[in-house]
C-alpha cells in the first residue's frame, strides 16, 4: 500500500485522536482530518463519574487535550459538530454534515480511521424521555447529570448494576442523594462471582444504598412539574428526581456496516490486530471495534478508554508504514465503589464453561498487609483456572487498598497464558506496609492448584 | 528414595518452619524435628523495622506461628536453643548441642533440610562490640534494639543505605532520634539507578536525614558511661548514642560446608529447583541458599523471607515424594522509607552489563492516577531491556502510592521472559482513582520501545 497522505478519522474522542496525533508525530506532512460530530475532544470519560462527585470541579476538567491544541500543536485538521453520514469504500470517501453551519461535503481519504465509539443504551419504555431522566456517556450527558444535581434532587434511581451503575450508586451517595440501584438480572455485576458480588453489596448497603435484583423496569412517571418523578417497575414505584440509566452501551458500528464493512459477531466492527478493518484502506479502533481476546482467542467486544487508546495509537502507527500489532485484551477492568476497589481480570466461571473450558476456581481472604503491620484490610481475590490444564482463565480481587493494582498480577499472567502453577512461583514484592510475605494472589494460587489436574 | 519417615531440620524461622509444616501436613505419619539454636521460632523478620517503629507493640508480635502451635498443631518435635555442630552425611546424622540444657546428641534422619538462614555482617573494627551497637538480623536483635530505644538515645548512626538502612533511617527518625546514614560506596541503596536513589535521597533530606556516601567508617567510641557515644571515619566524627550496623549479610553456609555439600559461587548453599542440595538426602532453602534467578538463568543469592517461604514449602513437598519445582527468582523486592514506597524486579542496568546484556534503559515520571483525579502523586518508573532482543531485564518503581505493588507488573513480565513490547501491550486495569489511562509501566514500556532494535 502507497504511504497515505490523506488520513481521515471519524471520531475524535480517546482513539480517534490517538490515532490522529500518531500519525502526525510519525509522518508530519500526512494532512489529517478529525470528524467529531460533537462539541467535544479527547476527554477521559472513564472520569465523569469521579468529576460528578465534586461539585466545584468542572468537567471540561476531563479533557485531556485542547481543540486548539489539537490544532496548533499537532497540526490537526479538526472539525467538530462534522457527523459523517456515510463513507463510500469504493470511492474512498466520506460524507460530512457541518451540523453547525450547515451543508454537506465530501471528502476523500488514502487512510479511513473509525472511532465512532460507543453509546448509552435508552430505555424504549413510557417516560424515559422525561427531564431528569440521564444517561452517562459523553461529556455533554456528564455535564447535564451535574447541572441536574444543582437543582438539588433528594432520591435517585439508577437502573442497572454496572460499572457505570456502581461509581455512580458512591457519587451520587455523596452528593447527598438517597439511591436505589434497579437491576433486571438475579444479582448486581451481572457475570462476576456471587462472593465479590456480596462484598460490594455489603458496602453498598453499609453506606445506605438500596439494592434491588431481579427487578423489571416498566415505565418512568413525570411529576406536577413534568420532570421525571418516579420509576415503575415490576416489583413497586420507586420515587426519585433523578434517573440514571446505566443498562449498558452498544457499539456504534452502523457507519461501517452500511459502508460494507464487516461487523463481528459481536456488533462491533471487526478487525484484525493491526486494527485493520476488513478493507485495507479502513481501520477501526476504541468502543466502536471489537478486539483480539487473549484468553479467548478470538475477537470480542469489551469497550474500556485502555483499549481505545492503545488500539488508536497502533492504527495510527500502522497507517504510517509501522507492522504495530496489537497484542490483545485480557478482559481487564477496575472501578471503585465507596471505600471498595473491585477490579478483574480474564473470564469468570460461567463464561469459561460457555467457552467450553471445565473452570475450577477459589475465593480466599487474605490481609493487605503483614502479619503484626497496623492498619491491613482483607483483599478477597477469587481465581478461575482450567482443571485439566491448570490455565489460568480469570480472577477478581475485591478490597480496601491494593486489589486494583493486584489485578495486573493477573492481567500480566493471563497474557503470558501462565497456569496456576506459574502464578504460585512469581516472585512478588514483599514489605510489611503493602503486602504479606504470601500475596493474597499467591495464597489464591496455592489454594487453586490443590484443584487442578496438572498445576 | 525410600520415602523419609525421619526428617529434621536445622533452624525453625522461615524456610525452616515452612518445610517442617508442610512435611507433616502431607506425610502426617513422619517424625519431624526442629532444631532452632536460637529461643524464637517462625518470625516475620521483615517485619522487625515497622515494628520498632511503634514502642507499644511488642516485638513478639511478628511471631507467625508460636512454639505451642508448631507441637500441639502441626506436631512438630521442637527444640529450642538446640544448635547444629555437625552433619554426618556418610551416617545420615546430625549432631546438636542443647544450649539450655547441656548435653550434645546425635540424631539420625532419613532426610535433612538445611536452613540456618544468614547472618549480619558486623564490622572487625574497634569499639564495634560497644553497648548501644546494634545489628538487626533475628528477634532478640529487634527486642534488643528496642530496649536501647527506650534509653532515650538522641542521635543514630545507620552504617550502610541497604534495605536496613533505609527503613531504619525512617523509623529511628519516626521515634524522634536525629539519624546519620554512613555508607561505604558513592550513592544511597548501591546498584540502583541514580534517578530512584535521588528520589530516596530527596525524601530522606526532606524528613532531617543526614546522608553521607563514600565514607570509610574506622572504629566507634565510647563515652564516659561506657556505651558507644561517636562513629569515625575518614570524612569525620559523627556523634551516636545508638549505632546500627545495616552493611549486609552473610549466608550460613559454614555447617554444609563442613559436611562436604557443595557451595554456590554466591557462598550459599548450592541447590537445584527441586531444593535439592548436592546430596540426595539433603535440601537447603531460604537465607541459606542459592536461589534459581530466571533474568539471570543461573543460581543467585538474593536472601529474602518470601523466597525463604517458598523455598521450604517445596522442600518439604518434595521430601514426602511430591516433585514441585522452585521456578526461581526474578529480583523483586521492595520496602517503604517515609512516605516513598520503593521496589525493583530483574537486575539494573549496571548488573545487565556485566552479565553480557547491552542494556538500554528509560526512567519516566507519570501520576499515580488519572488525568484530572485529585490527589494523585507521581509515580517513577525505570525500565532496563536487552538493545538487542527488547527483553525486559528490570526495573524500579518508586512513589507514595501505588509504587511497590506495580512492581509486580515487572515481576510476572519477567517471570514470562516478556519483551518491552509485550510489556506494551499488557491490558493493565484502570480507573482514575488509582491508575490513568496509560498506566506509568505502559508509558516506561512505549518510551523504551524507541531504544530497543526488536521490541
Given at each position: 500500500?502507497?504511504?497515505?497522505q490523506r488520513v481521515i478519522v471519524v471520531g475524535g474522542v480517546a482513539a480517534g485522536m490517538s490515532a490522529a496525533s500518531q500519525v502526525r508525530r510519525r509522518r508530519p506532512q500526512a494532512a489529517v482530518t478529525v470528524l ?145 440501584v434497579l437491576e433486571r438480572l438475579p444479582q448486581l455485576l451481572p457475570g462476576w462471582d456471587p462472593e465479590s458480588v456480596a462484598r460490594v453489596d455489603e458496602v453498598l448497603g453499609a453506606h445506605g444504598v438500596e439494592r ?64 485493520q478493518a476488513s478493507h485495507e484502506a479502513v481501520w477501526a479502533a476504541g468502543d466502536c471495534a471489537e478486539a483480539y481476546h487473549r484468553v479467548l482467542r478470538r475477537n470480542a467486544w469489551v469497550p474500556l478508554g485502555t ?149
Amino acid at each position: 500500500m502507497a504511504k497515505p497522505q490523506r488520513v481521515i478519522v471519524v471520531g475524535g474522542v480517546a482513539a480517534g485522536m490517538s490515532a490522529a496525533s500518531q500519525v502526525r508525530r510519525r509522518r508530519p506532512q500526512a494532512a489529517v482530518t478529525v470528524l467529531e460530530r460533537g462539541d467535544h475532544i479527547s476527554y477521559g470519560a472513564c472520569g465523569m463519574p469521579y468529576n460528578i462527585e465534586d461539585p466545584a470541579r468542572p468537567i471540561e476538567d476531563l479533557v485531556v487535550l485542547s481543540v486548539d491544541e489539537a490544532r496548533s500543536k499537532r497540526g490537526i485538521d479538526l472539525r467538530l459538530r462534522h457527523e459523517v453520514t456515510e463513507i463510500d469504500l469504493a470511492a474512498g470517501t466520506v460524507t460530512a454534515v457541518d451540523r453547525a453551519a450547515g451543508g454537506e461535503r465530501r471528502e476523500p481519504f488514502d487512510a479511513l480511521v473509525i472511532a465512532t465509539g460507543a453509546r448509552a443504551l435508552r430505555l424504549p419504555l413510557p417516560g424515559f424521555e422525561l427531564p431528569g431522566v440521564h444517561v452517562l456517556r459523553d461529556l455533554g450527558d456528564g455535564a447535564a447529570l451535574k447541572a441536574a444535581l444543582e437543582r438539588g434532587p433528594r432520591r435517585a434511581v439508577v437502573i442497572g448494576a454496572g460499572y457505570i451503575g456502581m461509581e455512580m450508586a458512591h457519587v451520587l451517595t455523596a452528593r447527598g442523594l438517597a439511591v436505589t440501584v434497579l437491576e433486571r438480572l438475579p444479582q448486581l455485576l451481572p457475570g462476576w462471582d456471587p462472593e465479590s458480588v456480596a462484598r460490594v453489596d455489603e458496602v453498598l448497603g453499609a453506606h445506605g444504598v438500596e439494592r434491588r435484583t431481579g427487578v423489571t423496569v416498566e415505565a418512568a412517571e413525570p411529576g406536577p412539574d413534568g420532570r421525571v418523578a418516579a420509576v415503575v417497575t415490576d416489583a413497586g414505584r420507586f420515587e426519585a428526581e433523578l434517573v440514571l440509566v446505566a443498562a449498558g452501551v452498544r457499539p456504534n458500528a452502523e457507519l461501517a456496516a452500511a459502508a460494507g464493512l464487516r461487523i463481528g459477531d459481536s456488533g462491533a466492527i471487526w478487525v484484525n490486530q493491526s486494527q485493520q478493518a476488513s478493507h485495507e484502506a479502513v481501520w477501526a479502533a476504541g468502543d466502536c471495534a471489537e478486539a483480539y481476546h487473549r484468553v479467548l482467542r478470538r475477537n470480542a467486544w469489551v469497550p474500556l478508554g485502555t483499549t481505545a487508546n492503545k488500539q488508536g495509537r497502533i492504527a495510527g502507527a500502522n497507517i504510517t508504514g509501522a507492522a504495530e500489532r496489537f497484542r490483545g485484551i485480557v478482559g481487564t477492568a477496575g472501578f471503585v465503589v465507596f471505600e471498595l476497589e473491585v477490579a478483574r481480570s480474564g473470564i469468570g466461571e460461567e463464561e469459561a464453561r460457555r467457552e467450553g473450558f471445565d473452570p475450577v476456581s477459589v475465593t480466599i481472604r487474605q490481609r493487605s498487609r503483614a502479619h503484626g503491620y497496623p492498619g491491613g484490610s482483607p483483599v478477597q481475590v477469587r481465581l478461575v483456572a482450567d482443571r485439566e490444564t491448570g490455565l489460568l482463565l480469570g480472577g477478581e480481587i475485591v478490597g480496601r487498598e491494593g486489589a486494583a493494582l493486584r489485578a495486573n498480577i493477573l492481567a500480566a499472567g493471563l497474557a503470558a497464558h501462565m497456569t496456576v502453577s506459574d502464578i504460585q512461583g512469581l516472585d512478588l514484592a514483599y514489605a510489611p506496609p503493602f503486602a504479606p510475605v504470601w500475596d493474597p494472589v499467591l495464597v489464591a494460587a496455592n489454594q487453586l492448584a490443590k484443584e487442578v489436574a496438572a498445576p
